[in-house]
Nanobody, 120 residues
């Protein structure tokens, strides 16, 4: 089993910054991609950004230039630096990752989410 635990959410004013972290632990041999999704009230979960084990990144248009994803493979941790936050960034942020376990089985895991609230 693998646990993915997010941290770093909170309340921030528009224009401010937050840094989210997500640490994976458990039966892990390696992690292929890791990513961040978000779900605002009344809306579907949407992709924010992903990063491969080699460091290639992908961003939703709505966050390009403001958010930066990074990862520390030695700690099985992914980060999301969010700058110039807007009220429309308010959502529960979830991390996920495609984990290869010690039996060499690939499974996608999700964290339980962390709430980010941006006030205007």
């Amino acid at each position: 089993q693998v646990q993915m635990v997010e941290s770093g959410g909170g309340l921030v004013q528009a224009g401010g910054s937050l840094r989210l972290s997500c640490a994976a632990s458990g039966n892990i041999f390696s992690i292929n991609y890791m990513g961040w999704y978000r779900q605002a009230p009344g809306r579907q979960r949407e992709l924010v950004t992903t990063i491969t084990s080699g460091g290639s990144t992908n961003y939703a248009d709505s966050v390009k230039g403001r958010f930066t994803i990074s990862r520390d493979n030695t700690k099985n941790t992914v980060y999301l630096q969010m700058n110039s936050l807007k009220p429309e960034d308010t959502a529960v942020y979830y991390c996920n990752g495609e984990v290869v376990n010690r039996n060499f089985v690939r499974i996608i895991y999700w964290g339980k989410g962390t709430l980010v609230t941006v006030s205007s």
